[in-house]
């Protein structure tokens, strides 16, 4: 049997026979890839009161060590999906991770508040290049349609779930060690990744440009986007501070609006548009879209309220409170399991009415915590019921993105898909927030916490309605 090589300098048989062999392998790769840019979402929060001191942060600015990141990992998703597609995923995967890895070394070494928020500002756009390629890749490299569905499954237990379990490492590491651990944390992983990745028997397909896909590149369109992604994002996080009338807030939300509309008009005027229209137009994506954005609002008001009752009102360690979480990480991670079996045999629909009904609950459960008191009766409860329900949405929502997509639209509607959790997320954070903030008394925890998660579970309601609306009574689609 004659061979050659490919772009890889790989056996062309080799490749061929070696996903059989490997592909779960490069799978987990591409999933610990992944886990590594969810952890960094939440990973340093516990540690914040420890950097503002360790680095002499003004409090005003310590909230952009967070914000940073978020800022650039949801800006740049878009254009880091369309890299993917048209340079290459692996190329693109590789520079992201490259770049992540070094912004992490570069964080923990950061001697003043401006270069750490510099360095996760840099972490933010190498996850948002690397990130599209990881989903991309689960999608069109699964050998067959239950393996994407388990592939798609771990993929939304890792971006809920790696939220969880970033408070538990970073509590264990500010506990023990230093917050600058919760930086260097990623550096071992990052060059594991890098030196794995090549070797992988799923790489060589994803060497080049997507099928399909043309090497033009819409610039306009890259423009327009990032630009739309970022100004949105910035006058979110702006707005809990400064108020949603400030004009910085109301400034930011305009220009992304104007920005959003002059990429809808060059999108459909360019030959190659870097995020095509017809990916917005099917229902059931356009379902998934909407359900995502709304559900990962709802859970920044775990994010944002349940580490604050911990460490306020019940005194909990930092290592207490992220250990705190490990119910519901654990519920995640069990339906991710069962979940891709429920999708096969009843579709997304009912799935999605459950898992978000169930959200709905432990949010108006966690609506009591100044009623009935410690964790075992006011909070453990509602945790375990939000992972189980949210590891019961996330993946239906996510097949109904990425179902139907041509490989050569593959990491654009990854991106598509994961810029929509960041912005949900982003505006569900603002929103809470200032719910919140309404009601809050200076020096007290809970006045305003009830009004804050009934927003939350709102938001789900939403989310229900959206299902029922656009989805009900019609045929399930296809799950990757």
Not at 230 to 255: I, Y
Not at 380 to 401: C, D, Q, W, Y
Not at 411 to 436: D, E, R
Request: with cysteine; net charge positive; proline share 5%.
């Amino acid at each position: 049997m004659s061979t050659s090589l490919n772009d890889t300098g790989t056996p062309q048989a080799n490749a061929a026979a070696a996903p059989a062999r490997h592909v779960t392998g490069g799978m987990a790769l591409m999933l610990l890839a992944q886990l590594m840019f969810v952890l960094d979402t939440t990973i340093i929060n516990v540690a914040l009161p420890r950097i503002g001191a360790g680095l002499g942060f003004a409090p005003a600015t310590l909230s952009w060590v967070v914000n940073g990141y978020a800022l650039a990992f949801g800006g740049l998703l878009l254009l880091g999906g369309r890299l993917g597609d048209v340079l290459g995923r692996r190329r693109a995967f590789i520079i992201g991770v490259a770049l992540f890895t070094l912004a992490s070394l570069a964080g923990g070494l950061a001697p003043a508040p401006g270069w750490l928020i510099a360095a996760r500002a840099v972490q933010g756009a190498g996850a948002a290049l690397a990130a599209p390629a990881v989903l991309a890749l689960l999608t069109v490299s699964a050998p067959d349609e239950a393996a994407r569905r388990r592939a798609l499954a771990l993929f939304s237990a890792v971006g809920v779930g790696g939220g969880t379990l970033g408070l538990v490492l970073g509590g264990v590491l500010t506990e023990y060690g230093s917050w600058r651990w919760t930086m260097f944390v990623n550096v071992p992983i990052g060059v594991a990744v890098l030196v794995l990745t090549p070797r992988l028997a799923l790489t060589p397909r994803l060497a080049t440009a997507a099928p399909g896909s043309s090497g033009r590149f819409d610039v306009l369109g890259a423009i327009t986007a990032t630009g739309a992604a970022t100004v949105t994002v910035w006058a979110l996080l702006q707005a809990p501070e400064r108020g949603w009338t400030s004009p910085s807030v109301l400034g930011g939300l305009v220009a992304g609006a104007v920005l959003l509309a002059a990429l809808i008009m060059t999108e459909r005027r360019v030959e190659h548009p870097l995020l095509r229209p017809a990916l917005l137009r099917d229902r059931r994506r356009a379902t998934g879209l909407i359900v995502s954005t709304l559900v990962f609002g709802g859970q920044m008001s775990i994010f944002f309220l349940v580490v604050q009752y911990l460490q306020r009102e019940l005194d909990f360690t930092p290592l207490a409170a992220g250990l705190a979480f490990v119910p519901m990480t654990a519920g995640i991670f069990a339906m991710s399991r069962v979940t891709p079996r429920l999708v096969g045999r009843f579709g997304q629909t009912p799935l999605l009415i459950i898992g978000c009904l169930g959200l709905t609950a432990s949010y108006a459960w966690l609506s009591a915590v100044g009623d009935i008191g410690g964790y075992s009766t006011a909070v453990l409860g509602p945790l375990l019921l939000n992972g189980i329900a949210a590891g019961l949405t996330f993946m239906p929502a996510a097949s109904l993105i990425l179902g139907g997509v041509a490989p050569a639209d593959a990491g654009a509607a990854s991106g598509l898909m994961q810029t929509s959790q960041q912005l949900g997320g982003a505006v569900g954070l603002a929103v809470i927030v200032s719910v919140y903030a309404a009601g809050a008394i200076p020096e007290a925890f809970l006045p305003g916490v009830r009004a804050a998660f009934l927003t939350a579970a709102g938001l789900t309601v939403l989310a229900v309605i959206t299902v029922v609306a656009l989805l009900a009574g019609r045929k399930a689609a296809p799950a990757a």
